[in-house]
């Protein structure tokens, strides 16, 4: 006699194991709450033969600089996405190519932080409630009140740049490089741009 043999259908044949080939795939255990590893204001103990004080108040000082640098950037786009008028191409490409500067900056800083055994702020939240820089109305402004803003902040940056370089020259000279050749130099370049469209030229 003819034997018969019957379709076996896919995934049902000897070895199969009922459910295989139906993998839900690997579910994450997530941590949903957890306590800080390093405070804001303290400082870690790192091998970088700077007295723990000396880290802490160059560690403070940096964060200021960097919500109000922060702010600044920010500022930059503000104003680089808002502006309008007869010279809108020239102050667009140039807000932007200090937007990118001060982003730089920005890295800078928080990383001088960190490598002092720091918490570099970070959140524009956070930011908002440490920088000294006015905030500006949500809507557009001319645009010499947009130079004039950002001069305000550059003059205040540049003011407490200088007054920090001072005071860690001898204690923190990582710290007042980074002040003088990065912070001042930058900033300082970006204020003669911004000045020069400010003077009126006698014709």
Partial sequence: MKSIRKEQKPGSGNGSVKGQGKSKGVVPEMVRSAGETQRFGSVARLPNSLPDS?????????????????????????????VTGPSFYQFHLLFDKH???????????AERIQLLGGVSIAMAAHVAKLTRIETPPIGREDVGVQVTRLLSAHKLIVSDARKQARSVADDDPGTNDLLVSNVLRTNELQTWFLAEHLVHVNQ
């Fill in 99 to 109: 937007y990118e500067e001060q982003s730089e900056l920005v890295d800078q800083i």
């Fill in 54 to 82: 000396v880290a802490r108040k160059s560690a403070e000082k940096l964060n200021q600089l960097l919500a109000d640098t922060m702010t600044l950037r920010d500022l930059y786009k503000k104003h680089h996405w808002q």
